[in-house]
């Protein structure tokens, strides 16, 4: 059993019948009264992140997930394909485990597979940042500047994303993957 002092960043716990990562924490020790704990806490398997205190007496279970570095190899109906590097093992993950994060994800991109001690598929982290082909987005229109809110434009793989008003199709960009935004044109 763990307690409020082995809280740190990036820990699983179980916690109110599902599995959480501390996202972040904040030892708190008012002058009068018990010390306490204030953390953010993020869904392993829904991403839902529910602020919670944590008094000196207050008990939980650490989960130990594992991260296996995979590859993506492809679709497959409502599955990925993931291949391990070194010995070749082929798995299948359903496609909702990535939500909104699915048109993120590239043919051979290697990615992080999160299993539970059971052999359960928590979730699959991308990498901090992808580079996409722009395939569709509106014209440069003489006057528009770098600055102002931009244009709507579509990659390679279907996902809708703001980009500056110079950026045409057929460039490459980079994407930050946990927010979806456009950070520069990629060479």
Known sequence: MATMADIRNGMIIEFKEGLYEVVEFLHVKPGKGPAFM???LKNVRTGRVLDNTFRDS???NEVRIERTKKEFLYREGAFLVLMDSENYEQMHVDVSILGDKEKMLMDNMEVMVMTSPSGE???IDLPT???QTIAECEPN???NTASGSGKV???ETG???MVPFFVESGEKIRIDTRSGEYIERAN
Do not use: E, M, N, Q
Request: overall charge positive.
């Open 141 to 143: 229109v003489k006057g």
């Open 129 to 131: 940042t992808v580079v």
């Open 121 to 123: 598929v928590l979730g």
């Open 153 to 155: 434009a579509f990659t």
């Open 58 to 60: 207050d008990t939980f």
């Open 38 to 40: 204030r953390t953010k």
């Open 159 to 161: 996902l809708r994303l």
